[in-house]
């Protein structure tokens, strides 16, 4: 019960100098009046900014609107006129975008990154993955396995497509693959679809009925960063550069290591 106690403190004090940090982060900005902020987040990146909106909106006034989706959705959502006042994209996507004149290209900030992982079924047998042979087996031995679908544009499907080529062992998997447009590979997973998935660890971390077997091996792992930016038509800039700041300050290191992401700089 001490322990338990012990964490619960800790917990709270952690929670405490996070709302100092978010405060005097808003403060900074020197905003006035409550605003509508609307966030496109890829979908790895929407857990962060769900975990920070409460506390964000509770110290600021303002609200969040999240919507997520693949970065090449969103970017052709955002090419397509829709409004909004934060992009959580790449910044390759970010530049192009800012070249359009979509983004304000001074307010591009990178936030995090993050790595490819495995899982499988809560309950279920756990492959080695440890060496790059070792997730070769894994893939080849498996029954199905699932992975956001490279059409749809999103980074780690892209990606996974590739790697299966660079391992010699495409055809064997896409024989048996189940591919997920949008959203969570884990609910493939959880429903009985595919026995082995392969997504963004930060996309894994939040199912309870999955478990994450562990980064791909460090040869062949592969990192997507992440950036934010303000729209160039935001209806409150210094709400939205404020969100930002935030987004990728001390106040939300916690929030990302805790969802399977790395902040900016580590």
Same mark, same amino acid.
């Given at each position: 019960?001490?322990?338990?106690?012990?964490r %619960?403190?800790?917990? $709270?004090?952690r929670?405490?100098?996070?709302?100092?940090?978010f405060?005097v982060?808003?403060?900074?900005?020197?905003?006035?009046g409550?605003?509508?902020? =609307?966030v496109l987040?890829? %979908? *790895?990146?929407?857990q962060?900014?769900?975990?920070?909106?409460?506390?964000?909106? !509770?110290? #600021?006034?303002? =609200?969040?609107?999240?919507?997520?989706d693949?970065? %090449?959705?969103?970017?052709? $959502?955002i090419?397509?006129?829709?409004?909004?006042d934060?992009a959580?994209?790449?910044? /390759?996507?970010a530049?192009?975008l800012a070249k359009?004149?979509?983004?304000a290209?001074?307010s +591009?900030?990178?936030l995090? !990154? +993050?790595g490819?992982? +495995?899982?499988? !079924? *809560?309950g279920a047998p756990?492959?080695?993955?440890s060496?790059?042979?070792?997730f070769?087996?894994?893939?080849? *031995?498996?029954k199905?396995?699932?992975?956001?679908d490279?059409?749809?544009?999103? #980074? #780690?499907?892209?990606?996974?497509?590739g790697l299966?080529d660079r391992?010699g062992v495409?055809e064997?998997?896409? /024989?048996?693959?189940k591919?997920? =447009?949008?959203?969570?590979v884990?609910?493939?997973?959880?429903g009985?679809?595919a026995?082995?998935?392969?997504?963004?660890i930060?996309?894994?971390?939040?199912?309870?009925?999955? +478990?994450?077997v562990?980064p791909?091996p460090?040869?062949?792992?592969n990192?997507?960063?992440? /950036?934010g /930016?303000?729209g160039?038509?935001?209806?409150?800039?210094?709400a939205? $550069?404020?969100?930002?700041e935030v987004l $990728?300050?001390g106040a *939300?290191?916690?929030?990302l290591?805790?969802?399977?992401?790395?902040p900016a700089g #580590?």
């Amino acid at each position: 019960m001490a322990v338990i106690a012990k964490r %619960g403190k800790k917990m $709270r004090a952690r929670w405490a100098l996070l709302g100092c940090l978010f405060t005097v982060t808003l403060q900074g900005a020197g905003m006035a009046g409550a605003a509508e902020i =609307k966030v496109l987040t890829a %979908g *790895a990146f929407k857990q962060i900014v769900l975990a920070v909106a409460p506390l964000f909106e !509770r110290t #600021s006034g303002h =609200k969040l609107v999240v919507v997520n989706d693949t970065v %090449g959705a969103l970017v052709r $959502r955002i090419k397509g006129g829709e409004e909004f006042d934060v992009a959580v994209v790449t910044p /390759a996507a970010a530049e192009g975008l800012a070249k359009d004149g979509k983004l304000a290209p001074d307010s +591009v900030r990178v936030l995090a !990154r +993050v790595g490819v992982g +495995v899982m499988v !079924r *809560a309950g279920a047998p756990v492959p080695d993955i440890s060496t790059v042979e070792a997730f070769k087996q894994a893939l080849i *031995a498996a029954k199905s396995v699932a992975y956001i679908d490279p059409a749809s544009g999103g #980074s #780690s499907g892209i990606y996974v497509a590739g790697l299966l080529d660079r391992l010699g062992v495409a055809e064997v998997v896409k /024989a048996k693959a189940k591919l997920k =447009k949008g959203g969570y590979v884990a609910d493939l997973i959880v429903g009985g679809e595919a026995d082995l998935g392969i997504h963004q660890i930060s996309e894994i971390v939040p199912v309870k009925e999955v +478990v994450l077997v562990g980064p791909l091996p460090a040869d062949i792992q592969n990192y997507t960063v992440y /950036a934010g /930016a303000v729209g160039a038509a935001a209806r409150d800039g210094a709400a939205a $550069r404020a969100l930002i700041e935030v987004l $990728r300050g001390g106040a *939300a290191a916690a929030v990302l290591k805790a969802k399977g992401m790395e902040p900016a700089g #580590s």
